[in-house]
């Protein structure tokens, strides 16, 4: 998964992660939870989005994602396709194509980007 | 939180992480969910369990906790008391002495360890 977030980190204060604030159910959501050299921790909130089959994402880092509500589907390339429900982790390897095939409306992604430049 | 885990990386293989098993109600678990360079992703799992006073954590890396179910209260040295409850995060600087007060049974954490060496 990609990120269009520049936000910058707010972990020093809690905030409830699996909580979806009303007012933006149609966008997907990108906040950065914690920024360190080599790693970020980001929270995405969907809502029913998918990947364009003709523009998967692929990434130069891995990346882990844990669903905290909601569910998902993925297809990695040469690694099949994956089904999430909350509590479920899944690890995406650096320089694998992937899609988000399914996402429930909403769902909150825990995602760990590890070595991103 | 330290930790008392050697155990290696299992994070291709999706589990639910908020789920507890039966049978090991009563120590506290340790389970590394993926490790990298610089990285290590950890659940833990406490039934109780509480830091003793005498014995504070101390560790020379930030400590990223998430609570994927119940809930905990940390006293971090020189920056006070926090509730956590479900979805609540919290960093841990790096060299800040802390203990563990009180934690729900079962209690499941999300811990990102960064920079250990």
Chains 1, 2 share one sequence.
Not at 12 to 18: D, E, I, K, R, Y
Request: glycine share 12%.
């Amino acid at each position: 998964m990609g990120s269009h977030s520049d936000q910058g980190s707010s972990a020093a204060t809690p905030g409830n992660l699996p909580e979806v604030q009303c007012g933006r159910e149609e966008q997907e959501l990108f906040e950065d939870l914690l920024r360190r050299p080599g790693i970020r921790i980001e929270r995405i909130v969907s809502h029913g989005q998918t990947t364009p089959v003709d523009q998967p994402y692929v990434q130069d880092w891995d990346e882990w994602v844990l669903i905290l509500a909601g569910s998902a589907e993925l297809t990695l390339e040469g690694l099949g396709q994956k089904g999430l429900v909350t509590g479920e982790h899944l690890l995406i390897p650096a320089g694998v194509p992937h899609l988000v095939t399914y996402t429930a409306d909403p769902t909150i992604w825990l995602a760990i980007h590890i070595g991103e430049p």
